[in-house]
């Protein structure tokens, strides 16, 4: 059974930056594309962004691609979701999820728990 566990999530003040940490389990990693959900109070989850097993493709919600990057350590079977410039609309409970890509489309399988990200303004 595939277990994620993200890590990272915070308080911070508008214009700061966090790193959020995915740590995978259960499956053989470089198997796995990894991505990130987000969902805002009020609003419904949505999609942030992926990466492919071998790292070599991203793909971006085109409301974040300036600030956020997707990244992963396949010896330390972790994913990364840096984000930079941090607003307010950016707060919400930040998904990470393990799955496939199927021609470009990303399509999780395996969810975290996730991890509070609140922005102060």
């Not at 009020?42 to 600030?67: L, N």
């Amino acid at each position: 059974q595939v277990q994620l566990v993200e890590s990272g999530g915070g308080l911070v003040q508008a214009g700061g930056s966090l790193r959020l940490s995915c740590a995978v389990s259960g499956r053989t990693f470089t198997a796995l594309a990894v991505g990130w959900f987000r969902q805002a109070p009020g609003k419904e989850r949505e999609f942030v962004a992926a990466i492919s097993g071998s790292g070599d493709m991203t793909t971006y919600a085109d409301s974040v691609k300036d600030r956020f990057t997707i990244s992963r350590d396949n010896s330390k079977n972790t994913a990364y979701l840096q984000i930079l410039s941090l607003k307010p609309e950016d707060t919400a409970v930040y998904y990470c999820n393990a799955g496939y890509f199927y021609n470009r489309n990303y399509r999780p399988s395996y969810w975290g728990q996730g991890t509070q990200v609140t922005v102060s303004s």
